[in-house]
């Protein structure tokens, strides 16, 4: 992942329109909900809760971007291993062998959700509008396909990559997703998603000297969800619009959101067997205090309500304070 304007700039503006407000807006049609105000944070973890369900609620949605890879599997194994369930955000051009298709139908299978990350990560904010409703309605065709061929009812969730959107000038990306929805599913059923914390997992052995992280730090990261007196590694932006890697000890653990993570990194895999092991063991001693790892469908934020034409992620609907 390299750092540029643009990315700063959707960041930024994700902070000004998404975390001022719910995912719950659902694709709302541009000029409609819009939020206004100024940003709450420049911080590009998104540090300011945007789930708010999930704050301190011991709730832990483990997101993975990128796969699946050549570490997928065994990532998943781990997973299995600990009965988590995990929501991944893939990329068509990486399933286009028979071994990648039945991974990714076993991980549906076996209760991981399967969600778009469009098909080749292109940013979002680069593409005219026919090409970018093409990578929207062909992935989620085949995120759709993938679920009818596992034989299990599917969720519709889309994770822009780089986070990068809203700065189009000839429309906007929100309208075109609700309209791929409702050409595909009848419904405005596809939840545009982001995260609470970023683990900085991109930057593990990173040859940059300003945001290179270590290992133990990328697992120190994930142990303070559960774990006091961490340090928890970020990145932010200097008065010049430059990025850099912050350092700090939490005296609380997080407890609680969307943790981004990307399974095409072997480190990742690694922090994530750590940090799983390290909360069983803590589990076993606090069981009250144990984390419980959901998917993006057991969030609040994304329950739609019953009556429309999208199945598995259908709930009465419950309105947040």
Not at 128 to 148: G, I, N, T
Not at 194 to 220: H, P, Y
Request: proline share 3%.
């Amino acid at each position: 992942m390299k750092f540029n304007k643009v990315l700063f700039i959707a960041l930024y503006t994700l902070s000004t329109m998404a975390i001022a407000d719910s995912p719950r807006l659902n694709l709302p049609l541009y000029g409609k909900g819009e939020v206004s105000g100024e940003s709450r944070s420049s911080n590009l973890n998104f540090r300011e809760n945007i789930h708010d369900s999930l704050v301190k609620s011991g709730r832990v949605a483990l997101t993975f971007d990128d796969g699946p890879g050549k570490y997928t599997a065994k990532l998943v194994d781990i997973l299995d291993q600990y009965n988590v369930k995990a929501t991944f955000f893939i990329l068509k051009k990486n399933v286009r062998t028979k071994s990648r298709r039945d991974l990714v139908i076993r991980m549906i299978q076996n209760g991981h959700i399967i969600a778009s990350h469009t098909v080749n990560h292109a940013n979002s904010n680069k593409l005219e509008k026919p090409v970018f409703e093409k990578e929207v309605r062909d992935s989620l065709q085949f995120v759709l396909d993938l679920y009818a061929e596992a034989g299990v009812d599917p969720y519709f969730f889309f994770r822009f990559p780089y986070a990068a959107h809203g700065l189009r000038e000839d429309y906007h990306h929100f309208d075109s997703m609700r309209d791929v929805s409702l050409e595909l599913l009848g419904d405005n059923c596809l939840f545009y998603s982001f995260w609470d914390q970023d683990t900085v997992d991109w930057a593990v052995g990173s040859n940059s000297k300003r945001f290179a992280i270590t290992q133990a730090e990328l697992e120190s990261n994930l142990l303070a969800q559960f774990k006091p007196n961490q340090q928890l590694t970020t990145t932010e932006m200097n008065d010049q619009g430059r990025m850099y890697v912050k350092r700090e000890v939490i005296s609380e653990a997080l407890k609680g959101g969307v943790v981004l993570m990307h399974d095409i990194k072997p480190k990742t895999v690694d922090s994530v067997r750590v940090f799983l092991e390290a909360h069983q063991n803590f589990k076993d001693d606090n069981p009250d205090q144990a984390l419980e790892f959901v998917t993006l469908a057991e969030v609040q934020e994304y329950f739609l309500p019953r009556g429309n034409q999208c199945i598995a992620n259908s709930h009465e609907e419950v309105l947040l304070d």
